[in-house]
């Protein structure tokens, strides 16, 4: 892929001390020591980020399977290889911190076996880190055994937990320290409200999935072998003062028992100064082709980043984080709507008419995932007019976690139409070779638009976007040419100028 900076940059004090800050928050919830900043892991996770940039990918071998790329130099490359096995790695999100969280997620087919991004974060052994990011790249230097730290028992969630920090799809794990034989593994959960009970056995079969009830044991030494993993099904969510008890036997001499507890962090004082001071503030992207999702902003800066983009279009946002879309138009409204973040209390509207000479205008901050639209830049909605709208997500300290991809709608009463729907051409037979896609090789998708009025054009600000959930797993270019790049799930998101969007699951073997 073309490459267009050619320099590895810094992250900024700043960004660093934010991305340190959230790793430690998590590590303090663990009841681990907290961890300092490295330059030299620094440095080697910055080369890290900036080389799966050039390359397009995340490995942790690019040595391996690719070649350094003409225009970077030989200490770019060197550092950058060294850094990449080192680290952990993530790309599409909308700011380092959020990709921190991401890391503690490990919820997807492909990771839930092991977990072995958490682990890394929560290594007891762990003393320094370094962090890095190159243009929507990001990376933690995390193999490091410097500290002091023997714990075993390292469970997440914790048994004080921030409902912040764990969502419903995600695994929950315990390290005990030592290897354990998988079958003579049992976990019972119990919810204590209504007395929910679900039951693991090592004996037992689960496919690892994006989603439903599994169990695994692993003792690869990410961190801490002896690693017990376990989802229950049919959890939406965790909320403040839901309670868990957890017992465990076979993985020790004596039946392990313990409790869970989740608390809302933002309703809570300070639970220490290592919590107090975590926030999901976006980092400063080293690279970063447009100002607003790479750098260190608050919602009272945003404003004047903002009026700053020079374009209908925000570059360097992931759709998949907020999938914001428009759900319905009138002569003189619009309707929005987007997903609702992990970690986010509020969302900030931006819009104007569409147009480089219209600049975006604040229309709302909103604490909800919709919005009806009557008026942008302070004049009403007119009828048979084109806009275009952007959302941020923001967290309880003000700091911007995630920005849009731009929505370009166009309300009726004149000559043009929107989008109203999206489908896979040849559905089951895309979704059938996609379900079996084998590493290098290619598949090419075919998207059929239904116009909303079939009366009425189109008039393209954007065509149809592709991005894959995990480009590590399987990419996916501008036309819709999906290629399996490593073993495990993602999906491929497909969407419109007005954010509808239809996505597709890929299974690489």
């Given at each position: ?269 300070a639970v220490s100064s ?121 967290d309880q300290n003000d700091n ?110």
């Open positions: 892929m073309p490459v267009k900076n050619t320099k590895r940059g810094a992250l900024s004090d700043a960004g660093k001390r934010s991305a340190l800050a959230m790793v430690n928050s998590m590590r303090y919830a663990a009841g681990l020591d907290e961890v300092t900043l490295s330059d030299e892991q620094g440095n080697l996770a910055q080369a890290a980020a900036f080389v799966s940039y050039s390359i397009g990918e995340l490995t942790h071998t690019p040595a391996e399977n690719r070649s350094k790329p003409g225009s970077m130099s030989d200490t770019d490359w060197n550092d950058g290889v060294r850094g990449c096995c080192s680290s952990n790695l993530a790309c599409g999100y909308g700011s380092l911190n959020t990709a921190v969280l991401a890391w503690s997620d490990d919820s997807d087919g492909s990771n839930i076996s092991k977990v072995g991004h958490r682990r890394w974060l929560l290594n007891p052994s762990m003393g320094t880190a370094g962090f890095g990011t190159a243009d929507g790249y990001y990376a933690m230097y995390a193999v490091d055994m410097s500290g002091r730290g023997t714990q075993t028992g390292v469970a997440w969630p914790a048994q004080n937990m921030p409902v912040e920090y764990f969502h419903g799809d995600e695994p929950w794990s315990i390290s005990v320290g030592q290897r354990v034989t998988k079958e003579n593994v049992a976990v019972t959960l119990t919810r204590i409200s209504d007395g929910k009970v679900w039951t693991f056995r090592g004996t037992d079969a689960y496919e690892a999935s994006d989603s439903g009830k599994y169990f695994n044991v692993d003792n690869d030494e990410y961190g801490k072998p002896g690693c017990i993993i376990f989802r229950p099904d049919g959890v939406e969510g965790y909320n403040a003062g839901d309670r868990y008890m957890v017992e465990i036997t076979g993985a020790a001499d004596d039946t392990i028992r313990y409790s869970v507890t989740f608390f809302d962090a933002v309703e809570e004082t290592g919590m107090a001071g975590a926030s999901m503030a976006s980092d400063n992207d080293a690279g970063r082709a447009n100002g607003v999702p790479g750098t260190m902003l608050t919602t009272e800066e945003l404003d004047a980043a903002v009026a700053e983009i020079g374009s209908d279009e925000l570059k360097g946002s992931p759709y998949h984080l907020l999938q914001f879309k428009s759900t319905s138009q009138s002569r003189h409204s619009v309707k929005l709507s987007w997903k609702k973040m992990k970690g986010a209390k509020k969302y900030i509207i931006y819009g104007n008419r569409c147009g480089k000479k219209y600049r975006y205008k604040k229309i709302a901050v909103v604490s909800g995932s919709d919005l009806k639209v009557n008026s942008a830049a302070k004049k009403k909605i007119k009828k048979g007019s084109w806009y275009k709208f952007l959302v941020f997500a923001a911007i976690l995630a920005a849009s991809k731009t929505v370009h709608v166009c309300t009726a009463g004149g000559k043009y139409t929107n989008v109203k729907s999206l489908k896979l051409v040849s559905a089951k037979k895309t979704q059938t070779a996609l379900k079996k896609l084998k590493i290098g090789k290619k598949y090419r998708l075919k998207i059929h638009q239904t116009r909303a009025s079939g009366k009425r054009r189109l008039k393209t600000h954007r065509g149809l976007r592709y991005e894959s959930s995990d480009s590590g797993v399987a990419s996916v270019s501008n036309k819709g040419v999906v290629r399996g790049k490593r073993k495990g799930i993602c999906h491929i998101y497909v969407y419109a100028q007005n954010g509808v969007r239809i996505s597709v699951k890929v299974k690489v073997r």
